[in-house]
């Protein structure tokens, strides 16, 4: 199974300013196909989660610019450029490229200071 | 909009069976791989199980093979999650989702918590 490693575990960050979230995976998330199935997920408490970005970098509809994915093989980051109240709660990686099993991150809480 | 519902949840005693179900609804549902992902109480997101958009293909986490059975009836737009043989680490709220992968977008229920104890 690919392990995925999130850090940090907790992020505490000012209204207004930038926030980034590390992901690792122990296998490179390149796939046979060309594509890297990379996905984020954002969980606010008591709501599901709801997917940010797929396939490192792209976004999904109505998600705000100000979230934006990068990286490549095993290494893969999510960035805010400023981060809003709306944008507490818990962040995960995912992949799906050597699957089954699918496997997340174990979380990166984010907490406006 | 789209939207699923998952019902079923509930208490049950260890080794007993239980079945949720996922309603969908706005979207073609017989196109889409379906997802069971799990979240125990206060911890991260464990996949459960896939299966295929015609219902052909299964696949499942090792922690559950054997003893959770995915299904689907595309004439009623509903996918299943059969429990059995029920442990105490089952305890979780069970998300259904529609393909993870999907370009499109990707699809959550509210969830269903199922609790396992005696």
């Known amino acids: 199974d690919v392990v995925m490693t999130q850090s940090p575990f907790s992020l505490p960050v000012t209204l207004g300013q930038p926030a980034s979230i590390s992901c690792r995976s122990g296998q490179n998330l390149v796939h046979s196909d060309g594509n890297t199935y990379l996905n984020w997920f954002h969980q606010r408490p008591g709501q599901s989660p709801r997917r940010l970005i797929y396939?490192?970098?792209n976004r999904d509809s109505g998600v705000p610019d100000r979230f934006s994915g990068s990286g490549s093989g095993t290494e893969f980051t999510l960035k805010i450029s400023r981060v809003e109240a709306e944008d507490a709660g818990t962040y995960y990686c995912m992949q799906g490229t050597h699957w089954p099993p699918y496997t997340f991150g174990q979380g990166t809480k984010l907490e406006i200071k | 909009q789209v939207q699923l519902v998952e019902s079923g949840g509930g208490v049950v005693q260890p080794g007993r069976s239980l079945r949720l179900s996922c309603v969908a609804s706005g979207f073609n549902f017989s196109n889409y791989a379906m997802h069971w992902v799990r979240q125990a109480p206060g911890k991260g997101l464990e996949w459960v199980a896939v299966?295929?958009?015609?219902?052909?293909?299964?696949y499942f986490a090792d922690s559950v093979k054997g003893r959770l059975i995915i299904s689907r009836d595309n004439s009623k737009n509903t996918l299943y999650l059969q429990m059995n043989s029920l442990r105490t680490e089952d305890t979780a709220v069970y998300y259904c989702?529609?393909?993870?992968?999907?370009?499109?977008?990707?699809?959550w229920g509210q969830g269903t918590l199922v609790t396992v104890s005696s």
């Open positions: 396939k490192v970098s």
């Open positions: 299966i295929s958009y015609d219902g052909n293909k299964k």
């Open positions: 989702a529609s393909a993870l992968l999907a370009v499109a977008g990707t699809y």
